[in-house]
C-alpha cells in the first residue's frame, strides 16, 4: 500500500498548523501592540456601536459585522479600532477607525480624496470613482465657496441641503489644511474613516514597527477630527457607546 497519501495528508496538515500558529502570534502581537497604545479589548462587542454602524452604512446592501474591536477613551470622543464587514455576499473585513463624538450631530457625509494631478486621464479616474461612491442615494454636496477643499476631496451626502445648513465653513478649510486626504463617512454622532496614504504606503518588514506606527498616526487623526467636528456639537449627550465596557478576562 502506498504511503504517498499519509504523506500529503501530513503535509497539509504540518502546513495548516503552521499557518494557525502564525495567525495566533500576529493576533497576540496586535494585542500587544494595542495595550501598550492605550486601547482595551471590547468583548462582546457592544451592541451600540453595532447599531451606529448599521446607521452611518447602507444596511439595505446587507448586514453589518463587527469584530475584534478595541477601545480608546480621549474625553469628549471614544476611538474604535475595529474590522466591520457590510454589504451583500461580502467577503471583505476592512480595518477601520471609528469616532463617537460627545453630542456631536452631524449630517450624512461622506468624503472621497481627489485623485492625481492635472490631464484627462486623472479626470477620468475622479469621474469614475466618483460613480462609484454614489451608491445608497448620495448625492455630491455643491461647495464653490470652498475652492482649498474641492482640490481635495469631493463632499456628497443623502441629505445636502442639510450639509449646507448644519456644517460652518471652518470645518471644509481645516479639513483641506490636513495634511493627509481621508476617505470619511459620519453620521450622527459616528463616524469611519482612513487615510489615502494606506493604500499607497510601503509597509516596512517590521510588522510590529509598522503596526504601531499606523496606529499612532490613527490616534493622532482622530485628536485633528475632534477639533474640527466640535463645531458640529450640540448640547445633547448620547451616552450610550460612552459607558465604560469592562473587557473579558483573557
Known amino acids: 500500500m502506498s504511503i504517498i497519501p499519509f504523506l500529503a495528508i501530513g503535509f497539509f496538515g504540518l502546513v495548516l498548523f503552521l499557518v494557525i500558529r502564525m495567525a495566533r502570534r500576529q493576533m497576540e502581537l496586535s494585542n500587544q501592540i494595542r495595550q501598550r497604545l492605550g486601547f482595551i479589548k471590547v468583548e462582546p462587542v457592544d451592541p451600540a456601536l453595532v447599531e451606529r454602524l448599521k446607521a452611518l452604512l447602507d444596511t439595505k446592501r446587507g448586514q453589518v459585522r463587527v469584530s475584534q474591536v478595541y477601545r480608546r477613551e480621549h474625553g469628549s470622543y471614544t476611538l474604535y479600532d475595529c474590522r466591520v464587514r457590510h454589504g451583500h455576499d461580502s467577503d471583505s473585513n476592512d480595518e477601520c477607525s471609528v469616532m463617537v463624538?460627545?453630542?456631536?450631530?452631524?449630517?450624512s457625509l461622506k468624503l472621497a480624496p481627489q485623485f492625481g494631478g492635472e490631464g484627462k486621464a486623472w479626470g477620468w479616474?475622479?469621474?469614475?470613482?466618483?460613480?462609484?461612491?454614489?451608491e445608497g442615494g448620495f448625492e455630491q454636496v455643491a461647495l464653490s465657496d470652498q475652492p482649498e477643499f474641492a482640490k481635495k476631496y469631493v463632499a456628497l451626502s443623502r441629505t445636502p441641503l442639510d450639509v449646507a445648513r448644519q456644517v460652518p465653513s471652518e470645518v471644509w478649510r481645516e479639513l483641506a489644511a490636513l495634511p493627509v486626504?481621508?476617505?470619511?463617512?459620519?453620521?450622527?454622532?459616528?463616524?469611519?474613516?482612513?487615510?489615502?496614504?494606506?493604500?499607497?504606503r510601503r509597509i516596512p518588514k517590521d510588522r510590529e514597527t509598522a503596526e504601531t506606527e499606523a496606529l499612532?498616526?490613527?490616534?493622532?487623526?482622530?485628536?485633528?477630527?475632534?477639533?474640527?467636528?466640535?463645531?458640529c456639537r450640540t448640547g445633547v449627550v448620547n451616552e450610550s457607546v460612552m459607558q465604560t465596557v469592562e473587557p473579558m478576562s483573557r
Not at 479616474?125 to 454614489?134: C, F, P
Not at 487623526?221 to 477639533?227: E, F, H, Q, V
Open 125 to 134: 479616474l475622479n469621474r469614475l470613482a466618483l460613480m462609484a461612491i454614489k
Open 216 to 231: 499612532r498616526q490613527t490616534i493622532d487623526y482622530a485628536a485633528r477630527l475632534n477639533s474640527i467636528f466640535e463645531r
Open 101 to 107: 463624538g460627545r453630542g456631536w450631530q452631524l449630517p
Open 181 to 200: 486626504q481621508l476617505f470619511l463617512q459620519g453620521q450622527g454622532d459616528t463616524i469611519m474613516f482612513s487615510d489615502l496614504d494606506t493604500l499607497t
